[in-house]
């Protein structure tokens, strides 16, 4: 292939793919030499059969734009190519796949892990980023390679003071979510091949961390409303060689259950004894519909649990801010930390600091656990409109997750696809379990204003329950080949 | 002790240590005792006695609030013990006291990575990123687990463009800065064990990412001005299974050294003789004092190199906001993304994309980089008048770093320790070397406006050299016993 063509090729891919729209102006040709070192011949030899095929069009005394095109263009199946030796998948195409569904936005989000955007103070919020930017020191932006900004921590410090735990501002590093800060915990207190403790079910996240840094998990079963089997927990830290845990405490994804104060004590003090750190993930601890929880922290002699929180669940889901109150391991997470990501943006601590300095952020909490709770009373009544004693359901106090359990021959993948046809993704249970268990239960999402449309999705659910049991009464009433 | 003994205890820590700050409110009697679950009784007790201490002030129908102390207050030792066992520090503690030498604000900063704050333009970014926030669609802070932002993404590919790169905007994945998208890129391209390619000298935070994902490096001499040594990679590779190599090929840190053309498209056809991929390191990119030097990825036909940049330089330091250029890894990049750290914060992708569509952006890059430039030349004169050939000095293209070759014997640690006493830091050459070698090197920063402060303490540096060289001559003059 001569060099303009070649040159002709590079720029379609990029028309192709949108990296160059309609309107957009190409580089000159004095611009295109400079860039590409080729000659003027060559550039305008491209750009000529650019415009022959109509993808390009020269305008008087202006340059290079791109045309609109007259039929499709389709990338070139080069760029798309992969390399399966190169890029291991080493996390469960499943969970992905699943992820997507709801991103679509026509999709009702049963399958969702986030609350609805309308729950949220968006223009305050923004308008405290704009002028806390504005006010913010520029030596803050390039000396932030710190624990992160003092006044956030110091305010973070107080909040865990009014849940009734005494957390220094000095123990909290600062990260870009919680999940940063879940994974830091779990690097600096194992090394790959180690065994961590986890609830079954357990969040995703949780399963895919553990799978990306080449831990193995031991699998603690989990009750719906109070959380860890402590006898179960107690044994296997007996027999196996456990290095940390990783439990959510307070309205656990998926099933939404809070273990009681006594058995957070004796959670700590298990724990204590086999001298194995508590990696708490406590990202929905203000989602409370009656008292606040306590965290198993506030029940730590130790210095053995590292509490990690976020603002991503209860006032700027998108902003990327959460925390780890780490206790004796916060220098290290520090460290790592600085290792792997360096620092958390400065504007965004800046802008939540602020916000967080007003009153308002008591009243917008209290606004959005009023409305979670009578979101979750609302899908409770057309759970048991269109389900009728079909399933089991839980009933958190918190939180706007419900977990749903099935007759055992129930197939909630298959469900999760019948549903999706419909423009309803549901989180179905395997995708909570490294064993792909849990095939009969789902987890719905009522963090929603819940409409008619939730409820008509709740119908649908129904629905396919029905059809998907009488074809298997009709499999069952066959007789055999 | 008794419970109202321990819990002000408790709280006397976090009076201590400002977690509760002079005028702050403590909680009411009636919120202490359902936060702690104890008896009006109880923490009536414990506030009486930390009033009686002087700790606290009881104000008539107000509550209790934190007093200013009378004498100061430490901190026991209990809160910031340390178990050397569970928090081994795996990252090299040189490293991180000379990075924690430059965040003293009245040090003259010449140990510096970063470039001045006051050459950014603040005020405008502030601008931007609070009006992107108040126009952003909430959707999109729920919706974001995803490669990044389109806009943005398509703009950064049409900087390529103007570099003379096809880059595709859906190879590209936004990252919370440089240093994830790096350390991404070694986690999808590597395991632990693995061998990496490495310039010598080398970033120190490309040293830390490999030594913190349990990687070995192999090392390639790296020359002042042209970089990596081809001949020394070529033979490193046939002996050696190197997995990836991380190089920076233009204005090396801490070198200067930019790779030439030819160069960069023999080191792409090596790399691919070896199917070996590059994590091309390329944050400094924009900061050309002459023509903007090209990528390896401009000469890359077989989608083996990753390049990854960054606003942290050029535009917005503290905001995080990097990405990497994958080609056909980004798929991985994306989920491996998605499992350590979920997204990248919304509203700083949006303020950063709104900012880039403004003609301003470039208008800042001429102002930046002639800054720079004049920097360079001052920094050089200063050399030049208060060393007067006592070391060789780098002279690259772009960027904001000097390096500086000492003869033999000076030892650029026992230099660091002496100027910082003077209140001056510099980057000492063994931070750049697994080994710590290049001792007798300095990595100097001129990416401040070179005041007078700048110069007295170059003058510093050359008082200090002539010190250690009159020393080490005594010493050398001296009998042996």
Redesign the interface.
């Known amino acids: 292939m001569r060099l303009y063509q070649q040159l002709a090729q ?2 379609e ?2 028309l192709g ?5 309609v309107g ?1 102006r190409l ?1 000159s040709i004095r ?1 295109l030499c ?4 080729v000659s003027p011949a060559t550039a305008m030899r491209a750009y000529e059969q650019l415009e022959a095929r109509d993808l390009i069009e020269s305008r008087a005394r202006s340059g290079y734009y791109v045309a609109r095109p007259p039929a499709p263009v389709t990338t070139p199946a080069g ?5 399966a030796r ?6 469960s195409d499943l969970v ?1 796949e699943i ?1 997507d569904s709801v ?1 679509d ?1 026509s999709v009702v989000p049963l399958g ?1 892990a ?2 609805a ?2 729950l ?1 103070p ?2 305050k ?3 405290h ?3 806390a ?2 006010r ?1 020191d ?9 624990s992160g900004h003092a006044g956030l921590r ?1 305010q973070i ?2 909040r865990y ?4 735990v ?6 909290i590093v600062i990260t ?2 919680a ?2 800060a879940l ?1 830091l915990c779990l ?3 194992t ?2 091949g180690d065994l961590v403790g986890i609830e079954s079910p357990s969040f995703h ?1 949780c399963l ?2 553990i ?2 840094l ?1 831990l193995r998990a031991v699998e603690i079963p989990t009750h719906p409303s109070e959380g860890v089997d402590l006898g179960a927990l107690a044994l296997a830290l007996e027999r196996n060689d456990i290095r940390a845990c990783w439990f959510m405490s307070s309205f656990q994804n998926p099933l939404g259950a809070t273990m009681p ?1 006594e058995k957070k004590a004796d959670l700590a003090t298990l724990l204590a004894h086999h001298d194995v ?1 508590l990696i708490e993930d406590d990202v929905y601890a203000e989602l409370h519909f009656g ?1 606040a929880p ?1 965290p198993v922290k506030a029940f730590d002699t130790e ?1 053995l649990v590292l509490n990690c929180g976020s603002f991503s669940k209860c006032l ?6 959460g925390w780890v109150a780490a206790g ?2 916060a ?2 997470i520090q ?2 930390k ?11 601590q800046e ?1 939540i600091a602020s916000f967080l300095q007003q009153d308002a952020y008591d009243a917008h909490l209290e606004r959005l656990r009023t409305a979670l709770a009578a979101q979750q009373t609302a899908a409770l009544r057309s759970l048991q409109q269109h389900l009728r004693g079909a399933c089991r359901v839980s009933r958190p106090d918190g939180g706007y997750f419900l977990w749903l359990e099935f007759a055992r021959e129930t197939d909630s993948l298959a469900l999760h696809a019948a549903l999706l046809q419909k423009g309803i993704s549901i989180a179905p249970g395997p995708i909570f379990s490294p064993r792909r268990e849990f095939r009969n239960c789902v987890r719905i999402n009522c963090g929603h204003p819940w409409t008619v449309d939730f409820d008509a999705a709740i119908g649908e659910l129904g629905a396919s329950l029905s059809a998907a049991a009488s074809v298997s009464d009709r499999r069952r009433a066959a007789p055999r080949r």
């Open positions: 590079q720029l891919v990029l793919d949108g990296t160059l729209a957009d580089p611009e400079a860039q590409r070192k760029i798309a190519r992969t390399r190169k890029t291991p998948v080493d996390v992905f992820l991103h936005r969702s986030f609350p955007p309308s949220f968006w223009s919020l923004a308008r980023l704009g002028s930017a504005r913010a520029p030596w803050s932006s390039v000396a932030s390679v710190s110091r410090a107080q003071l009014r849940r009734g005494s957390v220094s501002a000095a123990e870009a979510g999940l940063e994974t690097q600096v207190l090394k790959p996240g895919q961390a799978e990306a080449g104060d750190a008292a306590r210095g700027a889901p998108g902003y990327r801010l004796p391991f220098a290290a460290r790592r600085i290792t792997s990501s360096l620092a958390t943006s400065v504007p965004i802008g």
